[in-house]
């Protein structure tokens, strides 16, 4: 089956403390996006990347790295610069391509809680 | 600026009756017109997309969608509600934003449907 997964489902995090969330994709798909859900608020985005080996900060990146070593793979580490980082992370991908219609497609994210 | 309102937050409507969820966007060009739905805890699924053409669109599940330009609006109706239809569901514009390819989302309307 093709589709996105993320893991883990559920994170929990110390203060102070650096974690990845995980974002793997079979859909052979360019383009990769790391949004954040809080209740309310809709989905922000948090970076993208549109091929391998480069990616850009979205909306609220502030807190927040990623990597795209792999087509397939786009890891999201909170680092403890992130005030706030209780919420639910979402993961999706499209096809990609500048200008071009496109669906987002998205994993079953992931829940971090900052204990 | 670029935005997408869904004006109702939470919607109450008994199981059989119809259902009509708003949704206005603000973008210059023609936009690409996305509904999404999501249940508690679980990634956002496609229910449907305008891109061009006709606009009255149909979905999965029985949702159909209709662009009013005139309007800026993408209203999504179903014609008889399903207890299984309760859900959050967004809607979201593509387009070009600061030169790259990106979407927005609405806050989302919470479907609560009455047996």
């Known amino acids: 089956d093709g589709g996105i997964t993320q893991s883990p489902k559920y994170l929990f995090r110390k203060e102070g403390q650096n974690v990845t969330l995980s974002c793997e994709q079979n859909?052979?798909?360019?383009?990769m996006y790391w949004y954040r859900q809080d209740p309310g608020q809709g989905l922000r985005l948090i970076y993208y990347?549109?091929?391998?080996?480069?990616?850009q900060k979205g909306d609220i990146a502030e807190g927040y790295s990623v990597s795209r070593e792999k087509k397939e793979s786009f890891p999201l580490t909170v680092t403890s610069a992130q005030k706030n980082p209780t919420a639910f992370y979402l993961c999706?991908?499209?096809?990609?391509?500048?200008?071009?219609?496109?669906?987002?497609?998205f994993g079953p994210g992931t829940r971090l809680t900052v204990l | 600026a670029q935005s997408v309102t869904q004006p109702d937050i939470h919607i109450t409507v008994s199981e059989g009756a119809s259902l009509e969820l708003r949704c206005n966007y603000s973008?210059?060009?023609?936009?690409?017109l996305f509904w999404y739905v999501q249940s508690p805890g679980q990634g956002l699924q496609l229910l449907l997309k305008?891109?061009?053409?006709?606009?009255l669109v149909q979905g999965i599940k029985g949702f159909e969608a209709e662009f009013k330009r005139s309007q800026s609006s993408f209203n999504l109706r179903k014609p008889s509600v399903h207890w299984s239809d309760a859900a959050e569901y967004f809607c979201?514009?593509?387009?070009?934003?600061?030169?790259?390819?990106?979407?927005?989302f609405g806050t989302g309307t919470r479907l609560k449907v009455l047996a």
């Open positions: 305008y891109f061009s053409g006709d606009t």
């Open positions: 973008y210059g060009a023609t936009p690409y």
């Open positions: 999706a991908s499209s096809i990609g391509g500048v200008g071009k219609p496109d669906t987002q497609y």
């Open positions: 990347s549109q091929i391998v080996n480069d990616f």
């Open positions: 979201a514009v593509g387009g070009i934003f600061s030169g790259t390819y990106k979407y927005i």
């Open positions: 859909l052979n798909h360019d383009a």
